[in-house]
């Protein structure tokens, strides 16, 4: 049993976010150490699930499997963490519906309230009334086509799409801010009422202040840090 001493020595207890991400992510852990995090009283804690490739074949599409995922929500709810995110996209080319499910599985199995970078995007979508998005990331022209179908399936359109055919996940942590900001104003000319990037390492948290186009942007890593502050 705790002692008043005991409790008196403890520090005020943060708000405790648990993210799970792809085992080779670089990008996104260090957009969390950039974005004030801890100054708004957050905490982060990562669980990681095995990652390497992101290509259409089979090996993998099955890196994503539901019981992978819940045993790494299950190893950071072990941290007591108030909110668990998928920091993660692959729903976007598997089905928005996987998502849904995950989320729900992970409070299921956790008790603790779930949600993924996927799902805040397209909440973010919902609220802009967005029917026309322009779409970015560094993935081959098959996983693209799935997306592009994807957000056909709930009524948007993708009018507009800048890839770059890259398959390893460390690549794409390599590509400059500068140019997915090239990417991103190539599609914003197609007038879209948004624009994703969509992937979680990929560095494009900083890349809205580098466009020149006034079109909303939706970065996958920063959507999903302002998710765990809470906005």
């Given amino acids: 049993m705790e002692t008043k001493e005991a409790r008196a020595a403890m520090t005020p207890r943060r708000r405790r976010v648990g993210f ?3 085992s080779s992510n670089t990008v996104f852990e260090d957009s969390l150490a ?19 490739m992101i290509s259409a074949e089979a090996a993998s599409l099955g890196q994503f499997d539901r019981a992978t995922m819940i ?16 920091a993660g996209t692959a729903a976007s080319w598997l089905g928005f519906e996987r ?8 409070a299921a199995s956790t008790g603790v309230a779930a949600t993924t970078t996927l799902l805040e995007i397209n909440r973010r979508l919902a609220l802009l009334g967005a029917r026309r998005i322009g779409l ?13 179908a994807n957000y056909a399936s709930i009524g948007i359109e993708v ?5 770059l055919d890259l398959t390893v996940n460390t690549d794409f942590a390599q590509v400059a801010p500068g140019a997915i900001a090239a990417m991103v104003d190539r599609v914003a000319v197609a007038g879209c ?3 994703t990037i969509t992937c979680t390492n990929f560095a494009g948290a900083d890349v809205p202040a580098m466009t020149a186009t006034q079109t909303p942007v939706i970065d996958s890593v920063a959507v999903t840090i302002e998710r765990a502050l809470g906005a």
Avoid: K, N
């Avoid at 950039?34 to 390497?52: D, F, N, T």
């Avoid at 970015?136 to 592009?148: F, G, H, K, M, S």
């Fill in 99 to 106: 998502d849904g499910a995950l989320a729900a599985d992970i």
């Fill in 136 to 148: 970015v990331t560094p993935y081959i022209a098959d996983l693209e086509a799935r997306i592009v």
């Fill in 34 to 52: 950039r974005g004030g995090l801890a100054a708004q009283g957050v905490s982060a804690h990562v669980a990681r699930v095995p990652v390497r």
């Fill in 71 to 86: 045993e790494a929500a299950q190893r950071v709810a072990d941290a007591g963490v108030d909110l668990i995110i998928w």
């Fill in 193 to 195: 009422d948004a624009i």
């Fill in 159 to 163: 009018a507009a799409a800048a890839r």
């Fill in 20 to 22: 799970i991400v792809p």
